[in-house]
């Protein structure tokens, strides 16, 4: 699943800094926060995983042979629903709409896209394509390795409509507690412009090995011991006022589902290059 799959309008551009384009992907993965990302969502039925997969693997072969510049990192879900996330960056709406010029132009991989589309649905119940914009404000520690990267943690916050600025506050809260009990800490916030209810946040964190969340969970542990007095009220608000749900899930990148540059497939030829 990708954004090409699906017709999507082009939202909330005029927000958005549209100075440059995804050159900067096109010479491999993301090395700083993405400004944009467009996710799309499967609901994979049940027993139907390793037959997903294999189909959905000549997404990433059709975009190599076109020689596309737009990569994607594949998830599988480890908790929750038995889904597959597509996480696509951008900077821009407007490379977005660049995008998909490119591809309406190329009548080989428009037509291998339609088959690949229309052959998914013997493997999932349903699909929700998602954007949301950085808000590097929100964002703490420094942007991870991509392509070392292999779990993901995702977190969803629906909050009460009115209650945005709430929430802000108390994630910048929780952030500043965060740092004092682990400096190295690292995780990225999203807010969510189209394709779900809202208001919605999305938090990303990542390890490279599994084990790591259990330092993860440790140090949220200590976070909470290290809020002051005014932290620990603000979270507390928000948690009681502001929040309707929040929803923690953990993922397992999928590097046969994934579209990634060469240079980083070569980097590590185990993991990325299917035997």
């Known amino acids: 699943m990708y954004l090409n799959r699906i017709t999507l309008s082009l939202w909330m551009s005029a927000t958005l800094a549209l100075g440059s384009t995804n050159l900067a992907f096109a010479q491999g993965l993301p090395k700083t926060q993405p400004k944009l ?4 969502r499967e609901e994979v039925k049940v027993g139907r995983n390793a037959d997903h997969a294999k189909h959905e693997a000549g997404w990433p072969a059709a975009f190599e042979k076109a020689k596309s510049p737009d990569y994607y990192l594949a998830l599988t879900s480890l908790t929750g ?9 951008s900077e821009s709406h407007m490379a977005l709409g660049e995008q998909m010029k490119r591809e309406d132009k190329d009548p080989v ?6 088959r690949l589309s229309l052959g998914d649905a013997q493997y999932i119940n349903g699909v929700q394509t998602f954007q949301a914009v950085a808000r590097t404000d929100l964002s703490v520690g420094t942007f991870p390795d991509i392509a070392k990267a292999r779990f993901y943690e995702i977190t969803v916050f629906r909050v009460h409509p009115g209650h945005e600025v709430q929430f802000e506050e108390a994630a910048k809260a929780y952030a500043s507690a965060r740092m004092r009990a682990e400096p190295k ?14 208001p919605a946040y999305l938090e990303f964190s990542s390890v490279e090995d ?5 330092q993860q969970l440790a140090a949220k542990v200590a976070t ?14 928000c948690l009681t006022e502001g929040i309707i749900s929040y929803e923690v899930n953990r ?4 590097p046969v589902q994934s579209y990634v540059p060469k240079e980083t497939r070569e980097q590590d030829r185990d993991f990325w290059i299917a035997k």
């Open 224 to 237: 909470w011991k290290e809020t002051t007095p005014e932290e620990k009220s603000r979270l507390q608000r």
């Open 185 to 198: 800490a690292g995780y990225r916030i999203y807010e969510v412009i189209a394709g779900m209810p809202g």
């Open 109 to 114: 991989l428009s037509a291998e896209l339609a």
């Open 251 to 254: 993922f397992r990148l999928d």
């Open 37 to 40: 990302i467009t996710v799309g």
């Open 81 to 89: 629903p038995n889904e597959a996330w597509y996480i696509a960056p």
């Open 210 to 214: 599994y084990g790591e969340f259990d």
